[in-house]
């Protein structure tokens, strides 16, 4: 299993980004996919959920402003964030459950400037 994120970088406040998460080695249309976050010095945290269903789900903090999707053709589940804030700063991790493990990805790092 293989979870491939980019799209990170450096962004002013109030701007945007789009985070990719590139799969392989997973039935990935029957996956629900997840986005997580670890801000320096914190616990990595949920962000976002799509279920296999293409239904949503976002913790508190990035509700109306990140929007989570997803590209069974592709393979891969997208993070789009707007409005950014500067206590988005973090490694955004995509991951995923199979067979009762939990997978991530390498992560990739969106710094927000303010």
């Known amino acids: 299993v293989q979870l491939q994120a980019s799209g990170g970088g450096l962004v002013q406040a109030g701007g945007s980004l789009r985070l990719s998460c590139k799969t392989s080695?997973?039935?990935?249309?029957?996956?629900?996919m997840d986005w997580y976050r670890q801000a320096p010095g914190k616990q990595r945290e949920l962000v976002a959920t799509?279920?296999?269903?293409?239904?949503?789900n976002y913790s508190d903090f990035v509700e109306g402003r990140f929007a989570i999707s997803r590209d069974n053709a592709r393979n891969t589940v997208y993070l789009q964030m707007n409005s950014l804030r500067s206590e988005d700063t973090a490694v955004y991790y995509c991951s995923t459950k199979r067979a009762g493990s939990t997978f991530w990805g390498r992560g990739t790092l969106v710094t927000v400037s303010s």
């Open positions: 080695g997973i039935n990935f249309r029957i996956n629900d």
């Open positions: 799509i279920t296999s269903g293409h239904f949503t």
